[in-house]
């Protein structure tokens, strides 16, 4: 009987606040471009310049910790609620040290990770402080992702979600207090304050959770649970995955900036816009993993496959439905982001292109999140490295440069290449779905 219910409504339960966070996430960027856009347009290349880089090692930083969500819901599917806490402090102390680690690789590299690139000095010059502000950011946001997670397999999401738009409002203020003065830098400033109020009020509030005590969140003697192994083994597949896709789309911009500040302006905003859409499709990848990792841990594979087709059909439903959206009101947003009229112009034109991404884009993520969830970790890393490392770089320098497509060619560039990442994904996830799940080793703290 249990094999048959329906998942739809636990989904959306999760899903919904998990996918207003998310989109609380791509918000602080979207603020940071529209201000820039509307308050100092001619920065606006050098603030996605400095956000190239940054996303690379933020994004697989984020994958590092999501383990965390995964073990601390398959802990509870276990009946091992403490667990969860044990799991929560593990990921912290993660997202420390890889918060520092990344801040130090980017001051390390300063301009030559855009000058290696073939990026002109000219434009390379101006975007290096913009993302070695930006890197005082990461460790902060990373501290509240594994937070986060903690609050979704727990199923609080809420609780981060109400955190992320209170520091979209400060982020808001601060942008429009420094952007005007100071451009790019000032925005990139604004960032690195929204979060310091994110992380520090989301470890404020799972401290003093009415049921903490419950969940492990203050040190419990002798309390057992996923060691750092057992959360490496799912973080370090997704980390990989997460860097070989953020480094590929910012090897696309790259390829942008070869060709010229508007293409580069362009494809950014079109990023940020697919980026923003895309936060839906992560909500409901992160409830699909919830549920699917709490199914195994009840031992129930029938429960797990069922959840995981769920997602990946709501997903289907709500990507189509935002696309047609966006090929409805693609004047009003590109003048949304931006004063310069040729450049909304060219946003305008180019909507088609990120209401065509948006399913098989949503599709893969969902997929992957299942497989994951089910500990078949490393199958999607490599799917993302063929189609987004392999084949997305060439094919849009091939577009792009070679065919003379421009930002258009990019963005064919990326829905190929998500086709074939959700085709390879869906195979596999149709082939092991009911299949049962290996076990994870517990350790004491």
């Not at 390390?108 to 930006?134: D, N």
């Not at 990326?414 to 390879?424: E, R």
Request: proline fraction near 4%; hydrophobic fraction near 60%.
């Amino acid at each position: 009987m249990a094999a048959t219910r329906s998942f739809v409504a636990p989904l959306l339960r999760i899903a919904g606040p998990v996918a207003l966070a998310r989109l609380g996430i791509i918000g602080m960027a979207l603020v940071d471009v529209i201000v820039v856009g509307q308050l100092a347009p001619d920065e606006l290349p050098h603030q996605a310049l400095g956000w190239a880089p940054t996303a690379v090692f933020l994004v697989a930083a984020i994958g590092l910790l999501q383990g965390v969500q995964v073990l601390a819901a398959r802990s509870i599917g276990e009946g091992n609620k403490i667990g969860a806490g044990v799991v929560l402090r593990r990921g912290l102390m993660l997202a420390l040290i890889a918060g520092a680690l990344s801040a130090a690789l980017m001051w390390l590299g300063g301009e030559r990770l855009f000058t290696f690139f073939g990026i002109e000095q000219a434009l390379a010059g101006p975007s290096t402080p913009v993302m070695l502000v930006l890197a005082f950011s990461i460790p902060l946001h990373l501290l509240y992702i594994a937070g986060t997670y903690f609050l979704e397999a727990i199923k609080k999401p809420g609780i981060s979600t109400v955190v992320m738009w209170l520091a979209n409002a400060v982020n808001l203020g601060l942008n429009l207090l420094w952007v005007p003065e100071h451009g790019a830098i000032g925005s990139a400033w604004a960032t690195v304050g929204a979060r310091v109020f994110l992380a520090g009020v989301l470890m404020i509030c799972i401290y003093f959770l009415r049921d903490g005590v419950t969940f492990g969140v203050r040190k419990s003697k002798g309390a057992k649970g996923p060691g750092y192994g057992a959360l490496l083994g799912v973080g370090a597949a997704a980390a990989v995955s997460q860097a070989v896709e953020a480094g590929a789309f910012s090897a696309m911009t790259v390829v942008a900036g070869r060709i010229g500040a508007e293409v580069v302006a362009a494809y950014q905003i079109m990023l940020n816009l697919m980026a923003l859409v895309f936060m839906v499709a992560l909500g409901l990848a992160a409830a699909t993993a919830v549920l699917v990792s709490e199914a195994i841990g009840r031992q129930a594979p029938q429960d797990a496959a069922r959840a995981g087709w769920t997602g990946i059909w709501l997903n289907a439903i709500g990507m189509l439905l935002l696309a047609m959206g966006i090929l409805i009101f693609a004047n009003p947003i590109g003048r949304a982001y931006t004063a310069d009229a040729q450049l909304s112009a060219l946003l305008a034109s180019l909507m088609w292109g990120a209401a065509l991404v948006l399913l098989p884009d949503g599709t893969q993520v969902v997929t992957a999140s299942a497989l994951r969830a089910r500990s078949d970790n490393w199958f999607p890393t490599f799917s993302h490295i063929l189609a987004y490392a392999a084949v997305m770089p060439i094919l849009g320098y091939w577009l792009a440069e070679h065919q003379g497509m421009g930002v258009a060619g990019l963005i064919f560039a990326i829905f190929w290449s998500s086709i074939l990442s959700a085709a390879v994904l869906l195979l596999r996830w149709w082939a092991i779905a009911a299949k049962p799940a290996k076990p994870v080793l517990q350790a004491a703290e």
